[in-house]
């Protein structure tokens, strides 16, 4: 294989590699609850709430 043969298929490994990094973010980021206030994550306490570190609110769980 020549440079340009390498050079292509390194360009190409890396793009595969990049849509699936995109891919898996977008996936975590549906499955995770956010603060509609600050963006955080929110954290499970008790059945039914989940709670924000920062803002130091408490939610419902919807689902």
Do not use: I
């Amino acid at each position: 294989m020549g440079p340009e043969s390498l050079l292509l298929a390194g360009l190409f490994v890396v793009t595969v590699l990049a849509l699936a990094w995109e891919g898996w973010k977008r996936r975590r980021a549906r499955q995770a609850p956010t603060c509609p206030h600050c963006g955080n994550r929110l954290r499970s306490v008790d059945p039914g709430r989940r709670h924000c570190d920062s803002c130091k609110l408490y939610f419902r769980r919807l689902a």
